[in-house]
């Protein structure tokens, strides 16, 4: 598939959707990047009743990596794969820390790099 017919897709597509949204429940970036990192092999479901629980009592950077990792496994129990997912998630949280001044970068480099 050629460029063009890459954009024509992707024009027709925003035209369709020109707002899209998410399942997730989320009230910032931060919360966002949370949720989705959990919602790999998992549904937008049990993902909100997990950050439901979480995000009141941790919902930065600091408080979710205050919480550990073993804290953090306690909220998120009823996702799959918890265990590696807490461990992403924490450690994603230093990153924002000691990397990104506790902000969710902008760009897409960044968030891969992530």
């Known amino acids: 598939m050629n460029k063009a ?8 597509l925003r035209d369709a959707n020109p707002h899209p949204t998410t399942e997730l429940n989320f009230s910032s970036p931060f919360e966002l990047l949370v949720a989705v990192t959990l919602s790999a092999q998992a549904t937008d479901v049990s ?3 997990a950050t439901d629980k979480l995000f009141p009592v941790a919902n930065t950077p600091e408080a979710i990596y205050a919480l550990g990792v073993d804290g953090l496994k306690d909220y998120i129990k009823t996702i799959g794969l918890f265990n590696s997912k807490a461990q992403n998630v924490h450690k994603l949280c230093q990153i924002l820390i000691e990397q990104h001044n506790s902000e969710v970068p902008e ?5 891969e790099a992530l």
Not at 5 to 12: F, M, P
Not at 107 to 111: D, G, T, Y
């Open 107 to 111: 760009s897409r480099e960044a968030l």
């Open 5 to 12: 017919k890459r954009l024509e897709i992707l024009t027709r």
């Open 47 to 49: 993902v909100n009743k």
